[in-house]
């Protein structure tokens, strides 16, 4: 119970202690770090054909797709002359002569269902400390480069679940984890180190080395969100073995910084690319992304459940698994999984317990 008390104080204090100065001197050095870099960047791709170098885009065209979530030659290739057209105002022949070529600098072919199934193998899968909802997921849980987002009311378990998957990826490949670290980003200061002591604990293992072993990072506002994912990406490249990657909310900053009906088209934009920025780091660097979001009710819903998912179709369309979670019967929890590229829609049940989640019989 002191002790509780003592990491609740800590918690706290770390909020207080860093000034409103602080954090937009910590912006802008992020935001001159992340120009510099973006320059030898553009060196180091100078090479690499960029959309700029299709027959017919112009910079015009290259902004508009941009906005639209496309920034690269894959993002092009794969799309249809009447959908580059909608997007980028120019004709559909010019869009068909830009795909084409697209198609071609990027040596668009197959490759076997052999070498796609090798290249699953290199796929981690993580725990999500309930069999139940392991096997929801397809058997063993969240897995790497992807984005699996769980939505739902306060209360509905989504930093729990996301606590035990901090605490689940750090266990051995035999034993349902990917041997890795975690990072956590804390956008709403609800980390909670006694929590992952307590679920550490349920499992048997060392809290003290579970804790070390979750990096967490506050982000104070939307900016600072979006930049530690270059953070991220920088400890991975200096060899911190990073499997999982939590963002715990990934909505609330955006919803609480664009709250005007006028300003909704430039969340979603700034949310589109940020999940693409992260999608990115997910496929790039094998690891798994969990993010939270919290509903709304909608009120042009007559029947069935009125709540949906802040975002809308541009999160829902970036993650690969939504997971809709709400409270159940005698303080269950019920999780639904939503429009998986690869697996049934379907339900299950779980518990959140002092020492993790534990399942219920169905
Ligand atoms: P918001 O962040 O507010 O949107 O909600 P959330 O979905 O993240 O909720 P969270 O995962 O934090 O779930 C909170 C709920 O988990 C509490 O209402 C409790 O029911 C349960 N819970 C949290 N800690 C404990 C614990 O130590 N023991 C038990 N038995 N239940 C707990
Ligand atoms: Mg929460």
Partial sequence: MVVKKVEEEKIENADVEISEEKVDELI????????????????????????????????????????????????????????LSDMSGMSESVARKAIQASRQMMDLGFSDGLAHEEKRKELFHITTGSKNLDNLLGGRGIQTKSITEAFGAFGSGKTQLALSLAVGVQLPVEQGGANGKAVYIDTEGTFRPERVRQFAEGIGANPDKVLKNILVARAFNSDHQMLLLDRVAELIKDGEPIRLMIIDS????????????????????????????????????????????????????????????????????????RLYLRRGKKDSRICKLIDSPDLPDDATAFMIETAGLRDLDL
């Fill in 28 to 83: 802008k050095e992020m935001k001159a770090s992340e120009k510099s870099k973006k320059g030898s960047k553009k060196k180091k791709e100078e090479n690499k054909p960029q959309l700029i170098d299709l027959p017919g885009v112009g910079p015009g065209a290259v902004a508009k797709l941009e906005a639209a979530g496309i920034y690269d030659l894959m993002g092009l290739a794969v799309l249809t002359p009447a959908q």
């Fill in 250 to 321: 990934l909505t609330a900053h955006f919803r609480a910084e664009y709250s005007g009906r006028g300003q909704l088209a430039d969340r979603q934009q700034r949310l589109n690319r940020y999940l693409h920025n992260m999608m990115k780091l997910a496929e790039q660097n094998n690891i798994a992304i969990y993010v939270t979001n919290q509903v709304m009710s909608d009120p042009a819903q007559m029947f069935g459940d009125p709540t949906k998912a802040i975002g809308g179709n541009i999160v829902g369309h970036a993650c690969t698994y």
